[in-house]
């Protein structure tokens, strides 16, 4: 199962600036932003059912708006999600499809984006740092097996391809940190 990504500060802050835009928000856009940020750090906190619940429901309502854009953040997130709720393949699936429509519309950032999202599921599941409990593993017992034989290529095809992206490579602006 994937481990936290960053450390837990970093999405203890996250939660609470995403409380503080939501707060200050003057446009249903910028309330949409603050909700977004907490339901992601909610997620990575390790309140998945609820953060992901509240992400699909935001989900829904920007696309329902043609607030497009935020499926660049959202949908890497919901797929770490469904990974951690041990839908391993599901999970997989939903991030290679986000990253076919970043593609298809034209969002090299959200594409590489989750493109290293996707690869850090990958190495997670190459070397977890915690085992998920013996049925997830059985229902995931095929999904996990090919993994053990494609993933680490796939992980590093991966990088490579959004190494190659100016906005994560170097001193581009994802990469100041």
Do not use: W
Request: glycine share 10%.
């Amino acid at each position: 199962m994937p481990r936290v990504i960053l450390s837990t500060r970093f999405y203890d802050d996250a939660l609470v600036h995403g409380n503080e835009c939501i707060e200050l928000a003057l446009t249903p856009f910028d309330r949409e932003v603050g909700l977004q940020v907490r339901f992601i750090a909610e997620i990575f906190r390790g309140n998945v059912g609820e953060g992901a619940a509240l992400l699909r429901a935001h989900r829904q309502r920007v696309l329902a708006n043609n607030f497009n854009y935020f499926t660049v953040g959202t949908d890497p997130a919901l797929g770490v999600a469904m990974v951690l709720e041990g839908n391993f393949a599901g999970g997989v699936r939903f991030i290679e499809a986000a990253i076919q429509r970043s593609e298809h519309e034209g969002s090299p950032v959200g594409r590489d984006y989750a493109r290293i999202i996707l690869a850090e599921i990958y190495l997670e599941f190459l070397a977890p740092k915690q085992k998920p409990p013996p049925s997830v593993m059985r229902k995931n017992l095929p999904f996990l097996a090919r993994i053990a034989l494609t993933g680490r290529r796939r992980a590093l095809d991966l990088l490579v391809q959004a190494r190659d992206n100016p906005s994560f490579a170097g001193d581009g602006y994802s990469a100041q940190g």
